[in-house]
């Protein structure tokens, strides 16, 4: 159960008016009055001899009773409760007494004897009610009505728990704004998926996504469509921005601008500047062999580098200090809306959704430590730089292994922030793996089922070989790896390694010992993974024969000393 305490506002009767019209709203239907403060109020959609001027002066009297001068500018007090999707209907009844108890929570009707506001709750559709209140007392005084929303929250924990509905997880207050009714309302009409505060959310998130100064952010954010003002100092210097969509429009047909703290806590500008802060003076130099803002390699190398960084954060979130977790989570996100914003279109949707649903990940009261974080940060900037994937060939076969890494960065994310007790944090972060699995399963369908048909065509001395090779390497997996479809790809992708140069025992038990393998539906296709981009190896291998590779000599000379490296750290253990 979800309240939802709005700013207060002036205008009694234009907020009835809203609750009570059926012909703009489909989902307004027999709107009527569940309580009220007296139990008595005159309901206008109920009784047809009541109307909505009637129940405003009745709501309005302890308002109206007080001097012009002492009258509150803003007396009209506004909530939504919502039942989840999954409840039962709630009777008129039910919901009258879950009214009840939010306006005696808030201290808009404390009871008891105490002087209460006047109050009505409304429902107009069966999934929730909306309660107003104006905000003078009947004795005159103002209602102590002070973290109203958090108090509304509390109850409905224990409403929930009395009525058996759907236990929603508490917050701790770090959730972006929620979209208000009315906002929810416009998108509808306007035919928009989104309503337009979450849709700049996401515009901006993207935009600021491995930025490197204000120039560059402000530039993304332009090319994006969006407008944008910009508030300066006497001095000249910027204390803030608001941006609008063209076409989300008020009354007066002027742009809604929404300010980058109203969007997330984030993404306001003192936060923003905070990220670019931490980073390196020479971070925004153009990398060698690269030509203006384009990252080296393209598309394919930038996926490879962010798979490198996404398995040194995973680490990092394990066993580093929180204040550095906490960053690297935060960077996680950037680098999931830079790769949502340059996937192939086949996986972009779902990419897009785990970006969207981590948002609310990447935040906590834990602070996070920023300049720790750079080479997430880096990745975020190379895969913007780097341009959109194709979708197929290296390209396709370098973004699975990318989300293959990214989904064990998330994860960690989520058993991380368990384990801090942030419960809403770690069920998006459960949430947003659920879509990069999607995701993985899309890009990676293609080059593994490459890998898995050179795998079924090698010979049988050389599968054996591979399978000895497996058992003395990873004796407590080898059996479930064997059982597994992808084992045949990593059985290829062995052979590969081994035609390059490499130990492939050392390589996979270097692979194995890297943490991460229990929470995979398939221990092969990680492996695969991880072997080819810790031996350079090509992640596409559909142009290859049957039992040839052809990896370049600079792959081999680097995968030669991964494995080098790979055996000395086993001499060390």
Not at 165 to 193: M, N
Not at 261 to 276: F, G, M, N, Q, T
């Amino acid at each position: 159960m979800i309240p939802s305490v709005n700013n207060t506002g002036s205008k009694t009767f234009g907020l009835l008016k809203y609750l009570y019209d059926t012909g703009k709203y489909e989902d307004h239907t027999d709107p009527h009055l569940v309580a009220s403060f007296d139990g008595m109020a005159p309901d206008p959609g109920r009784n047809p001899n009541a109307t909505l001027e009637d129940l405003q002066q009745l709501l309005d009297q302890p308002v109206m009773a007080l001097p012009k001068h002492a009258r509150p500018a803003k007396h009209v007090w506004h909530t939504s409760v919502r039942a989840t999707a999954d409840d039962r209907i709630l009777s008129d009844e039910e919901w009258g007494e879950i009214a009840r108890r939010i306006v005696a929570a808030t201290g808009i009707d404390p009871g008891d004897g105490q002087p209460g506001c006047r109050w009505a709750a409304v429902r107009h559709a069966d999934d929730h009610i909306h309660i107003v209140a104006t905000l003078v007392c009947e004795d005159g005084s103002r209602p102590d009505d002070f973290r109203s929303g958090k108090r509304a929250q509390a109850e409905c924990r224990l409403i929930e728990k009395e009525l058996g509905l759907h236990q929603v997880t508490p917050g701790d207050g770090t959730a972006a704004q929620r979209p208000t009714s009315a906002e929810r309302h416009k998108a509808e009409r306007q035919g928009r998926e989104r309503t337009a505060r979450e849709e700049l959310r996401e515009s901006v998130r993207r935009a600021v996504a491995g930025a490197t100064g204000e120039e560059e952010f402000f530039d993304r954010l332009a090319a994006a469509g969006l407008l944008i003002r910009k508030r300066f100092a006497p001095s000249g210097d910027l204390l803030g921005y608001k941006v609008a969509l063209p076409d989300d429009r008020n009354k007066d047909n002027e742009p809604v601008f929404y300010p980058g703290a109203r969007l997330a806590p984030d993404l306001s500008w003192p936060r923003i500047r905070e990220r670019w802060s931490a980073d390196r003076p020479d971070q925004d130099a153009v990398p060698a062999g690269a030509t203006g803002r384009t990252a080296p390699g393209g598309p394919s190398a930038a996926r490879r580098r962010t798979a490198a960084a996404a398995w040194q954060a995973v680490l990092v979130i394990e066993y580093g200090d929180d204040a550095v977790a906490a960053a690297y989570i935060a960077s996680a996100g950037e680098v999931l809306d830079a790769l949502a914003k340059t996937s192939a279109a086949y996986t972009r949707t779902q990419l897009r959704e785990a970006a969207f649903i981590f948002e609310r990940a990447s935040r906590s009261h834990v602070r996070a430590e920023r300049g720790h974080d750079r080479a997430l940060r880096q990745a975020a900037r190379d895969l913007v730089r780097g341009g959109p994937a194709l979708g197929r060939g290296e390209d396709g076969a370098t973004t699975a292994m990318a989300i293959d890494m990214l989904f064990f960065v998330i994860t960690a994310a989520s058993h991380w922030h368990a384990k801090k007790g942030h419960a809403q944090q770690a069920a998006a972060a459960r949430k947003a793996a659920e879509h990069l699995r999607l995701a993985y399963q899309l890009a990676a369908a293609q080059p593994l089922g490459a890998l898995y048909q050179r795998g079924r065509h090698l010979g049988r001395p050389l599968l054996q070989r591979q399978t000895t090779v497996l058992r003395e390497a990873l004796p407590e997996l080898a059996e479930q790896i064997l059982a597994e479809p992808g084992w045949y790809a990593l059985a290829a992708t062995l052979t590969d390694a081994e035609t390059a140069g490499h130990d492939p025992a050392v390589l996979l038990a270097d692979a194995a010992a890297r943490r991460e393998l229990g929470t995979a539906e398939s221990v092969s296709d990680v492996l695969v993974w991880r072997l080819r981009r810790a031996a350079g190896l090509p992640a596409d291998t559909s142009t290859m024969g049957s039992g040839a590779s052809q990896t370049d000599e600079s792959g081999r000379r680097a995968g030669r000393q991964a494995s080098r490296k790979s055996g000395s750290r086993r001499g060390r253990r």
